[in-house]
């Protein structure tokens, strides 16, 4: 498994002392004076995702270590764009010495531009916007590579030859376009595989259950169901369920995110074949914050946080490691 820089390492490079000089984060501002408290604000895309809930108690607990230094403000735009607009519009009001944000989609570049344009240090949190470069840091997985691993997965386990549905993630964003291009890369080399572009399910287990249940009733055999998040996969795996309930050789099942105790539950009793970790930027990007209050100007624009396959061998082995999985 091929992976980019540590977490550790990957602050360290990201991170580089300023000698005094104001991180070039936006157009003005001042490190905090000793005896005023700063401000961190963060909006999360939308707090009821399970990815996101594990992000978000990553995020809380990373803050809280950081009290004494500054107060954390975080918002919930729940999957709304426009509402992430107007948190992020409060937020430029409050002046806070660094923004957090993971942007629902492009929608918001407009707010983000701007609180950035106000000197604003901006911390962009698993997804960006493509065609700007507005912002202070980049933190996450790179989707492109995982998609890629992904289809490397299934092109081995199909021995090059079958036919793929892929259920996708909501279309025009950057994780979505990343994690089909990636998975396309691969699929390009093997002629012998066919790949089905489902629908835009937004990432969502329901929404994905139902576009199954309908394609199911189509009576096209598929050999491998590819789900942009696990949620999706679980989705097509109950549809599926359902509509064979006698059992009887099921295709294979993968996914994306490996943060959830059931999905690794599902792995280990072979009714999900494997997932990979999109690792949560939350922790990190709050000890990034907290390096620019000091000063500290970032040297790397972009950080890239490792990702790994989790399969029924190595699922006991990721839980131990992996001790806070949603429940």
């Known amino acids: 498994m091929r992976f980019e820089i540590g977490l550790v390492a990957a602050l360290a490079m990201l991170v580089g002392c300023s000698g005094g000089e104001e991180a070039k984060t936006g157009t003005t501002g001042s490190e905090t004076p000793s005896t005023e408290k700063a401000l961190v604000v963060f909006s999360q895309a939308n707090s009821q995702d399970p990815w996101r809930k594990v992000f978000d108690a990553e995020t809380k607990a990373a803050a809280a270590k950081h009290q004494k230094h500054f107060e954390f403000d975080m918002q919930d735009a729940a999957g709304d764009p426009g509402k992430q607009n107007n948190i992020v519009d409060t937020f430029i009001v409050k002046q806070p010495k660094v923004l957090l944000i993971s942007p629902t989609d492009d929608g918001v570049k407009p707010s983000v531009e701007k609180a950035f344009d ?10 960006d916007f493509k065609g700007s470069d507005k912002f202070t840091a980049y ?30 993630g909501i279309a025009q ?3 979505t376009i990343d994690r089909r291009g990636g998975f396309m890369e691969v699929m390009a080399k093997h002629p012998g595989i066919t790949v089905i572009e489902g629908d835009d399910c937004g990432y969502q287990r329901q929404k994905a259950r139902s576009y199954m249940e309908t394609f199911l009733q189509k009576g096209q055999k598929i050999d491998c169901v590819y789900g942009h998040n696990d949620e999706m996969a679980i989705g097509a795996r109950l549809a599926w369920d359902a509509a064979n309930p006698s059992g009887g ?20 009793s ?3 074949d494997a997932t990979f970790k999109y690792p949560t930027p939350g922790a990190a990007g709050v000890e990034l914050a907290a390096k620019i209050i000091k000063g500290e100007k ?14 029924k061998e190595t ?3 990721y839980m131990t490691a992996n001790p806070n999985l949603a429940k």
């Open 249 to 268: 050789a099921a295709p294979i099942f993968v996914g994306i995110d490996a943060c959830q105790q059931e999905v690794v539950d599902l792995i280990k």
């Open 298 to 311: 970032p040297t790397e624009k972009r950080m890239i946080l490792p990702t790994e396959i989790v399969t």
């Open 118 to 127: 106000a000197g604003i240090p901006v911390i962009l949190l698993d997804r």
């Open 173 to 175: 964003i950057g994780p």
């Open 139 to 168: 933190i996450g997985g790179d989707n492109k590579d995982i998609g890629r691993q992904a289809g490397e997965y299934v092109a081995k386990r199909l021995n090059g030859k079958g036919t793929v549905l892929m259920i996708q």
């Open 315 to 317: 699922a006991d082995a």
């Open 270 to 272: 072979g009714k999900l």
